[in-house]
């Protein structure tokens, strides 16, 4: 893209690369552009800021699109994005390039935010333009000088510290099994320790703050659940995904911090908020990672759902432990100094507060409209 950039547009390059814990080197791709004949190189590390302004955000969302995927790729877009206008605007650039397809997701999350933060900006995406097959870019790249590495690559491999996408090669034939060496941070179900283990996740106002009593800084807490549930083959994720394009795609993914942590989250809500809030926040997360899912983070919607989100959040205090055990996870306890679960109203013990009496009245009008229903068919059917 570099050399495409400044032979088709005589553009001089300024690169960035930003660090939201995906583990790469990010020495050599300085190095790599530097070689390259970039003007300047950035690389900054936004993996903090990746933690608290986008994971915590869906963490309270219980954000999973189509019920199974973390958005641990679709999260990292806008803030790229807007580390990119960031630097554009010290620097004076007129133009703003991403190296997405024209068949996937990341078009739109950084078409759409780069062309809200930055109107004034030319978006340019090379490998959408160019319409190179992937042969003819490795040719190009011969051709240029520019280093490939021979590692034949089997997958396309994207990361942040929420989780790790795994796409293409043998994947791509919906009915194949993932080979064990497309995994890197979770081990096979089989090889996972025989005794289970418990973590214990405590949350203030919705958000993760100590892991097994342990007070914990945000980025260290996530990468701290992604080692322990990791370790016990947790996190394994295989589906088929409806991408925005309208293409399906089987996606295959690891996220084992944000599996564990979403289940826990999910579970300490059920102990604290009423059911009217419980049932109707469902539809507000899934319309909240709809919008992070498709490109749509700088929407105002998005904000307004934000809103609403972080007041229902609240309450949301107190422990949630998780069993760990042969790549499964269950919640096995919760405990909240707000909890909603009164053990004294739920046994089955006559002598409780809870008034039986009024039972047989509220089932009365409760069903009304049913009985009501069921009895006009009931004659219907006798004449
Ligand atoms: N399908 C996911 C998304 O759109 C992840 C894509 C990851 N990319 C990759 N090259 N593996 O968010």
Redesign the pocket.
């Known amino acids: 893209m570099i050399k495409y950039l400044q032979e088709k547009y005589s553009a001089e390059v300024i690169t960035v690369t930003v660090d939201v814990g995906q583990q790469e080197d990010l020495k050599a791709a300085e190095a790599k552009a530097k070689k390259l004949g970039v003007l300047k190189h950035f690389s900054i590390d936004a993996k903090h800021e990746f933690v608290t302004d986008y994971i915590f955000p869906a963490i309270k969302a219980n954000a999973l699109y189509e019920g199974k995927y973390p ?1 641990s ?2 999260l990292s877009r806008p803030l790229i994005a807007k580390k990119m206008v960031e630097v554009a605007d010290k620097e004076g650039a007129s133009g703003l390039a991403h190296g997405c397809t024209g068949r ?3 078009q739109v999350r950084f078409d759409i935010t780069l062309g809200s933060l930055a109107p004034d900006k030319k978006i340019i995406a090379p490998v959408r333009e160019w319409g190179m097959t992937r042969e003819e870019e490795i040719e190009y790249a011969k051709a240029k000088g520019i280093p490939v590495s021979d590692a034949a690559k089997k997958f ?3 990361a942040s510290v929420w989780g790790r ?3 293409c090669g043998l994947l791509e034939d919906a009915n194949n099994e993932p080979p064990e060496e497309a995994y890197e941070w979770t081990v096979p179900a089989e090889k996972a320790p025989n005794t289970p283990e418990y973590v214990t996740i405590k949350f203030e106002q919705g958000i993760p703050v100590a892991v097994n009593g342990e007070k914990m800084k945000p980025l260290s807490l996530i990468e701290t659940l992604n080692k322990i549930a990791g370790k016990h083959g947790v996190g394994r994720i295989d589906h088929i ?1 409806d ?1 925005l394009v309208g293409i399906k ?1 089987r ?1 295959v993914y690891e996220c084992p911090a944000a599996t564990v942590i979403l289940e826990a989250h999910k579970d300490l809500e059920k102990l604290v908020m009423t059911r009217h809030e419980v049932l109707f926040k469902q539809y507000i997360d899934a319309e909240w990672v709809f919008l992070a ?1 498709a490109g749509l983070w700088v929407d105002p919607l998005k904000e307004d759902l934000d809103a609403f989100i972080n007041k229902s959040q609240e309450n949301v205090n107190g422990e949630v432990r998780v069993k760990l055990y042969k790549g499964g996870l269950r919640v096995v306890g919760r405990n909240s100094p707000l909890s909603l679960y009164d053990k004294n109203l739920a046994n089955y013990n006559i002598k409780t507060s809870f008034n039986q009496s009024y039972s047989k009245g509220f089932i009365e009008l409760w069903g009304l409209q049913t009985r009501m229903y069921n009895a006009l068919k009931f004659s219907a059917k006798k004449k």
């Open positions: 958005i790729t679709s996937g997701n990341d396309s491999i994207d996408a795994i796409e995904e991408r795609s996606e899912y």
